[in-house]
């Protein structure tokens, strides 16, 4: 209503806050009182019902014939208005995550736990990026805002991030090592295979097998040919059946999701 | 007193040594836990949590829904009401109303699964009905589509437990399933371990090149 | 302990240093062996290649710090065939940290060509990853619609390249490039959905994935769904050769040799002191 009615376009920003704030407080409050009201016995089918009616729209958007022409139904229109409703949703989401981490830190810092050091540290960096962030962006103009920034985007987020996943590099040549032992026919094939494609799949196999003729058919035995050909034909198929496995059971996931017949974090007690 | 902000050589300078740093301490995990890994791990956390919630204000929310409100599309404030509900979460009292729009966003993915199965299989299993006899044919051509053949439906045999591999006759194709799985997972072994080189590759580069300028 | 038993039982720290030296030392001194390019890599050349010109590419663009040493390449090697043959490309980033170095990735590139933002290559602006379903439901149809600003808060119609830009039929090529496995969404809902009168994919699809997850890739090469695929860092280093410029990943393609060959050797050292103690035992 205040946005609506009492604030225009081209008013103050902190206007339009103000706004916001009153319509979410006021309609906010409107449905938290009809969601109370709701008896707890009806909460269970409501929330099943609403969950039924939301998958209900993609599918019966699906299986609805579509105008040869315009390859859209009755329904289709729909599909660009909730997808772009779900996209702001789907952002505000992103507190979740933030309030765990912001809740965990902050409890080993008020605390003083072993390490509180850390969280402090956390909390540095987190207002910093954040703070730089918006800094960079509501100050297009100012190159110190567009260095910071940088600074702390490639230094801390793009350095840091990528190290961790690098560390596995290590990790995984000692696993390799340990774990592969030829145990068994089916181990042997398996590191057979592991070879054929790690050497073909780099320079150094097709140095390695050089000599021989890069035509006629001895050329199927040139590392980097034998890699492709194990990729794109045994491998393949095996994917591919793995695949059909996967699918058919995620389909059924589906199903029991939308249907609300899977037992997991909705109703496992009383709501 | 940051004026030297402005000055990207020493920013450039700064946030090579930032990165630098950080890598070693993320590295020296490798001999043993310490502090320097800790604090670097914690420091990474929390800018690239900062990070998060900047570009989602900044790419996402800002221009597909404050700047629609501001325009005067007022009924985008129903958008930030469905966000909130996910924050009741943390509510004993009234977790259930967390559960509606939980309920509702898995409902509108599940829907779309019918869709995502025809969408993507269809074609899969046209394409997994191979030729082995015709014109045009090869002899390559067909022994590749008969081990095609005979890899699917021995991997698919493995995977079939709604009756009992008892029988030679259900026993014989779920055991070649199994070795041609073993064949698949050592190729995809092979790919793990190159795509976590690379990624080992790259942090090295930037410490020899960019940082130490002794690779070329 | 005796030989074989100590073959079992290297240390992990010598390894680690092993390895260490085994990705510098061809960095620091440069290792020339052959790059091959392979069918699937050649086939991502091909596809961009014969996109019309006045077609715009999607590069979509889902991965982030930490594989930016594979699918970085990967996009950089994409960016640039497209300013060399004066192609148009959209960036549409699902990963924020993707966003940011896909985006400084092509404004270098844009620098080395001399193109210009609005006119050679729009941002579409980072989309939560969340919102893929809906979002590819919605913008086939109607990309001015779903995606009414670019990154920086233009309006779509107050960009150039995009003026005529409205349907996926205004789209040439998509790539994805992702370190996780959404093609399949990519295929079912825009792939799938929007064919021309002959049943074929109206879209050509190119897939740029990790090295971990480019197996299952060649499932969909071999159905027709992708035209072509890179596999990480050594299908970015083939590109750079189709490209004929070199890249951080042709550099890196010697140390991604001695590294693979060094885990060769130690697993056949620790097989080798396995077999030889299990038969001492059997002795």
Redesign the interface.
Known sequence: MF??YLI??G?P?WL?VLG?IG??LL??GI??AF?QAIPARF?RP???T??????????VE??WPADPKT??NFL?PL??K??????????????????N?IRF?GSNLIRKRP?W???L???????????V??WA?YAPSS???A??Y?????????????????????Y???A???A???RS???T???????????G???????LT?GIPSGGVLRNLRL?NL??W????????????????I?IG??AM??R??L?LERGS?FERE? | MFDWLSDSHVTTTVTMWIGALGTLAIYSILYKENPAYRLAEHIFIGAAAGYGIFITWSETLKPAWWDQITKGNWYWVFALIAGAMFYFIYSKRYVWISRIIFGTLMGLIAGGAFKAFVGVNVDRISASFKPIAGKGLNAVEIANNLLFIVVLLAVMAYFFFSFEHKTPLRRAPAQLGRWCLMFAFGAMFGFTVMARMSLLIGRIYFLLHDWLHIAR | MNIFERLQHIDRRIMYALLVVAIAAPLIWRINLPVVVTPAVRGVYDTFDKMPADKIALIVVYWGAGTVAETGPETAAMMRQLFMQNKKFALLPFDPQGSKFATDSAKALAKEYGKKYGIDWVHWGYQPISNLVPLLQSFPGNIKGTFRTDAYGTPMDKIPMMRNVNTLRDIGVVADITSSGELDTWIAYVQATYRDAKGRYRVPMVYGPTAIIAPEGFNALDAGQIQGMLMGMKGAAEYEKLLSAEGFATRAAGALSTSHLLIVVLIILGNIGYVMSRRRGEG
Do not use: C
């Open positions: 946005t609506r225009k376009p008013a920003q339009w916001v319509d979410f309609f906010g449905l938290f969601l909460r409501f929330i099943v609403l969950t039924f009616l939301a998958g209900l729209i993609y599918s699906f299986f390859q859209m289709t599909r660009l909730l997808g772009e409703a779900t996209k702001v949703v789907y952002a505000f989401a992103l507190g979740l995550g933030t309030y981490l830190h390490g050091h850390n969280n540290a956390f909390f540095i960096s987190f207002a910093a990026m954040m703070g962030g918006f962006y190159k110190a805002a260095n910071a940088n600074m702390l985007f490639e230094g801390i987020v793009g350095a840091l991030g990528a190290t961790m996943f690098s560390t596995i590099g290590f995984i040549v000692s390799a090592y340990r592969f032992r030829i026919g089916e181990a094939l398996m590191l057979l295979a592991a070879f054929i494609v790690m050497l799949q780099v320079p150094v196999g097709a140095y050089s980097e890699s492709y194990i990729l794109s034909q045994p491998n393949m198929a095996a994917q591919r059946g793995i695949w059909f496995g699918e995620a389909l589906a199903l999701q939308w609300s909705f709501l």
